[in-house]
């Protein structure tokens, strides 16, 4: 149980000096503000106090001397608890040596909620294992470099709509509850809907290639689900994917914009995120070299060079030329450049049904995927569709999809089929790799895994 009771917020807003926040101290250099936040770590040396205040944008260390602080001050700060609730006034100063460039000479504080020493915040800053800390992920999404993760993920959001908003792009969501599959190659989840079987949807695709043929350029941007027992480091089973989807476009166009738009996201993070990358301890220079053009390869080229590196002792697995790629493939393939690289032209038989064949050879298929240097890995998927009628049919029935539930689909084909093309771009993917995780689960405030779902 709380020691004090959350005091009136009125009460709150009677500050004696004006209200900033960490992240904009330099603005107020010299002068006391007030800071509305909770207390992060204390270090007590005797007569000197060194609180460190968080407020969401970040974190500050406070100076209080026993001598230069009224008595009820100190006393008030002496032995506070983690987690703690406060509303402190200070005097900002700076300090090459600080963190964020300032600290804060504290001349006030009000304890909004005194948290108890019989039941202290369970997050310590002692190191905690990674089960214990998703047990309370409502409480370690607190920590600097927990907050510095959701912020840069907001930037990769932001950025990943304002590219497609500035381009002409129009955004239309599609549904979330299907009645069929769009990823035959993945695994749905089912819902029941009013006594009707239907499943969350794994990819807003199919619609969008609707609404793309009535508007021209056109992106989702939801949450999608997958229901595979995976339990690799890329795999959620909620996640959100941005799709765009354009009209008259083909596999070259769609290789370009693939290119522009992850070069944009990241360079968007690199230029309004920097002191959240430097939190989490990210190499910058990594990210700034992250400009188009991307380097292009075949799926054959690439699958030659995995078997080159196995004939060197590079990989211990031989590449099975067919297949798609695996984590460790992908992992070894990556390595090689310092810029995402598209893998175009994979074998039609191991890709979706709706993807375009080659002209020139129709085992293959006009599709890419964008995998991300540093061993992260396929973060974007995509195509240019199948527009024929009868091959998209063939398609359907070949890959035993229910025709009933695909005819809006085949419509499309009907009533002025264009070569069309778009692709997925998975937010978690691309934040893992932006902030150099070793896991997504980090990487979406509550992440939903194979085991987890909770809280
Ligand atoms: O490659 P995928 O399965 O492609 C599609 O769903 C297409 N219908 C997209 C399109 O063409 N409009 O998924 C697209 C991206 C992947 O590249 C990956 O970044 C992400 O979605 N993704 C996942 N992210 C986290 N957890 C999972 N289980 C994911 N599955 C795919
Ligand atoms: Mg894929």
Known sequence: MSEETVVNIEETKAASAPVATI??????????????????????????????????????????????????????????TQESSVIVTGKVRADKRAPGGYELDVENIQVIQRVSESDPFPISLKEHGVEFLMEHRHLWVRTPRQSAILRIRAEIMRAAAEYFDQNGFIRTDPPILTPAACEGTSTLFPVDYFGEPAFL????????????????????????????????????????????????????????LAENYLSHIVQSVVKNRAPELEVIGRDIQKLEAIVPPFPRLRYDEAAKMLNDAHAKGEL?????????????????????????????????????????????DPTYALCLDVLAPEGYGEVIGGSQRV?????????????????????????????????????GMGIERVVAW???LDHVRETIPFARTLHRIYP
């Open 23 to 80: 992240s904009t101290l330099g603005k107020h250099e010299g002068q006391s503000v007030t800071l509305k936040g909770w207390l992060y770590n204390l270090r007590e040396s005797g007569k000197l106090l060194f609180p460190i205040f968080r407020d969401g944008t970040g974190t500050v260390q406070g100076v209080a001397h026993v001598k230069s602080v009224p008595a009820e001050v100190f006393e008030a700060l002496k032995g506070l």
């Open 201 to 256: 949807t794994q990819s807003g695709q199919l619609y969008i290639e609707s609404t793309a043929l009535a508007l021209g350029k056109v992106y989702s941007f939801g949450p999608t689900f997958r229901a595979e027992k995976s339990k690799t480091r890329r795999h959620l089973t909620e996640f959100w994917m941005v799709e765009p989807e354009v009209a008259f476009c083909d596999l070259n166009d769609l290789m370009q």
């Open 316 to 360: 211990e697995n031989p590449f099975e030329y067919g297949n798609d790629f695996g984590s460790p493939d992908e992992t070894w393939l990556t390595k090689q450049f310092d810029k995402p690289v598209m893998v175009h032209r994979y074998p039609a038989a191991v890709k979706a049904f709706y993807m375009e064949p080659d002209p020139e």
């Open 387 to 423: 527009s024929s009628y009868d091959l998209l049919k063939s398609r359907i029935e070949a890959h035993n999809l229910p025709l009933e539930s695909f005819q809006w689909y085949l419509d499309l084909r009907r009533y002025g089929s264009v070569p069309h093309a778009g692709f």
């Open 434 to 436: 932006v902030c150099g």
